[in-house]
């Protein structure tokens, strides 16, 4: 077995298993395979592990900071078990522990001079993770610090570190948690779920957050940013223009400069965009923008150029393999021009001549068809800087269009806000308002003059929707009624009395005093019951003094329909069952002795088994014991 032991201080805080089938990056990439927090120092791909011919290597792929063994500093070594490494703040091990395993000699450490034009600069920056809860109009409701643990979580409970004010949010929604690869999600449960970036976040299943993303529970919408709080204290503090950048690390990320200017591609500054809060001035508000706009041109080729020289800029890497020179198949007269056109570009670049940068860089490429890195980077920063140029002249334009349309809202608002007791409808008011509208529908002042129309209305409506939900509710209560009604046409005494009594306890209004109707009808019906009952029960009278008994009992199980609260009548008809099964019994051992005789058809003026059996289907109730019987005689003949 091979392993690869990551320590920290000397306690371990990973063990790696190497296999030889695939090749094994570390840095702090969270996709790493082996991943190493972001402390200074440490490229996004620091180096890598791999087997080659049958022997185990590591190679540095950053020219960051130096990774030394044995206190020589190395880029590309054959391991052998037990081989230590070093990289502040990490120590590592290889190990090979099994017994058969081929141990390999250390080849030559191979020294590397590094120069600050080749090295990978990684700066420092203290982060803080932040909650944004939005509103749907997009404004920022509440800016919440993830701080003061590892977990937090977010629900509609009192104690919640992210509180969402909303009774269908569960108590205990979801829950942030800081782990070593970051901030991580994770679902608790939830009755209605959680979606981060619209894809619904499964119960127990941990999603890794990255800045920017949404989290959205119900129409409620969270924004996770990671950012630098001191970012624009820092800017601030920059040298002014004219003076040199000294070539040393800075103690904060590139990130965006404002909301107004989007650099070039944002994975080449790597840190979510800071929130720049307001500032009412117009003036101010321009001068600071144009300020950090400036600054931001400048920068941009060093930034730019720096972060070209990380392990993360893999199309560098395939541009000429290291240590090759993308120069050699040009002849020596070949080469001085084009280091002269070059060197010209890196001039025009520092002039602020950007066009004829990029103009001179692209020429150079056509001319010569040669992958030269340096050549790369100079271009990129040419493009970046015209771009960022493009936008600070955009945002100026911007700006003054801003003002002039913030001018005409403040006329047309006041115009049409000096009486608003002349419109009868929003409608009229919006009609008003129209070119405002059509410059800006959400401007606050705007709302301010609509919610005050809104609050002349509000009174009617309310009046309106009374009486409505009014007219309803006693629609309802007709209706529960007429069912009833119908009910009782159909004879079902049970569920109509049922019916009646849902009208007369219902709490819906009852202008048309139906709830006295249905009482009335309910006594009624009571009186109508009784009737009909003693009715049924003078016929099973009558039935069963003419020893009709199946007449008897089929009368009284009518009157149990009636009112199956009446036990006295199934008692009843029991014993009047019980009487026609006696008889029935006796027409059953007739029919069996018939059978006995071989008598079944019957014959010679004598009565057969079927006539004995036919008599009891005839006379007795379906479900008497005999009835059963003698069907099941009659079946086995064939006479069913």
Request: net charge negative.
């Amino acid at each position: 077995m091979t392993k690869f032991i990551i320590r920290q201080k000397g306690q371990v805080l990973n063990e790696v298993i190497l296999d030889s089938s695939q090749s094994w990056v570390a840095g702090r990439k969270h996709d790493a395979d082996i991943y190493l927090d972001s402390e200074k120092g440490i490229s996004r791909e620091h180096f890598r592990i791999f087997q080659e011919n049958g022997v185990w290597k590591i190679e540095v792929l950053s020219k960051l900071s130096t990774m030394t063994s044995n206190g020589e500093v190395i880029t590309a070594v054959n391991l052998s078990s037990g081989m230590m490494f070093s990289l502040p703040p990490y120590e590592f091990e290889f190990v090979v522990t099994e017994e058969n395993s081929e141990a390999h000699s250390v080849s030559e450490v191979i020294p590397e001079s590094i120069s600050f034009s080749d090295r990978t600069v990684v700066h420092k920056v203290n982060l803080s993770a932040y909650i944004k809860i939005i509103n749907d109009e997009g404004d920022i409701q509440q800016k919440i610090k993830l701080e003061g643990g590892d977990t937090w979580v977010a629900g509609r409970d009192v104690n919640a570190q992210i509180m969402i004010s909303d009774h269908k949010v569960s108590r205990r929604q979801f829950e942030i948690r800081k782990t070593t690869l970051g901030y991580e999600i994770v679902d608790l449960g939830s009755v209605n779920g959680t979606f981060i970036n619209e894809k619904v976040l499964e119960a127990d299943d941990t999603v890794i957050l990255k800045s920017g993303d949404i989290i959205r529970v119900l129409d409620h919408q969270l924004v996770f940013e990671i950012l630098d709080p001191n970012f624009f204290d820092k800017i601030e503090n920059l040298p002014a223009l004219n003076e040199p950048i000294e070539e040393e690390e800075s103690d904060f990320l590139p990130m965006n400069i404002s909301e107004e200017i989007q650099p070039p591609p944002s994975d080449l500054y790597g840190t979510a965009q800071p929130q720049i809060e307001p500032i009412q001035d117009p003036a101010a508000v321009r001068t600071k923008r144009m300020r950090i706009g400036l600054i931001a041109v400048i920068l941009l080729g060093v930034i730019f150029y720096l972060s070209q020289n990380t392990s993360d800029t893999d199309e560098l890497s395939n541009v000429a393999p290291a240590g090759a020179d993308p120069l050699s198949a040009l002849t020596s007269q070949q080469k001085s021009e084009y280091k002269q056109s070059l060197e010209l570009a890196k001039r025009y670049h520092m002039e602020g001549n950007y066009n004829l940068s990029l103009s001179e860089t692209e020429e150079l490429a056509k001319k010569f068809s040669v992958k030269d890195p340096e050549l790369e980077r100079v271009r990129n920063t040419a493009q970046a800087a015209i771009e960022s140029q493009k936008l600070l002249i955009k945002q100026e334009k911007e700006i003054k269009e801003r003002e002039q349309m913030e001018a005409r809202i403040m006329s047309v608002v006041d115009s049409c806000g000096k009486d608003l007791s002349r419109f009868n409808r929003e409608e009229d008011l919006d009609n008003c308002l129209v070119e405002a509208l059509q410059l800006n529908p959400t401007h606050s002042k705007i709302s301010d003059l609509k919610i005050k129309m809104q609050a002349l209305m509000v009174e009617k409506e309310a009046r309106l929707r009374q009486k409505a939900d009014y007219n309803r509710r006693v629609s309802q209560l007709e209706n529960m009624y007429q069912l009833a009604r119908k009910i009782e046409n159909e004879d079902d005494y049970i569920k109509t009395i049922a019916t009646y009594r849902k009208v007369i306890g219902s709490t819906l209004p009852d202008p048309k005093g139906l709830k006295n109707l249905s009482e009335k009808r309910l006594a009624q019906l009571k009186i109508k019951m009784d009737k009909k009952i003693k009715d049924y029960e003078s016929q099973s009278v009558d039935f069963r003094k003419k020893q009709e008994l199946k007449q008897a009992i089929m009368v009284l199980r009518a009157a149990v329909k009636i009112d199956p609260t009446r036990e006295d009548l199934k008692d009843k008809a029991d014993e009047i069952k019980n009487e026609l099964r006696k008889v029935m019994m006796v027409y059953y051992q007739e029919g069996v002795l018939e059978e006995s005789f071989g008598n079944v058809e019957g014959g010679d003026n004598r009565i057969g088994a079927k006539e004995k059996w036919k008599k009891i289907l005839e006379l007795d109730v379906t479900d008497g014991e005999y009835y059963q019987k003698a069907y099941i005689k009659l079946k086995k003949y064939g006479a069913t």
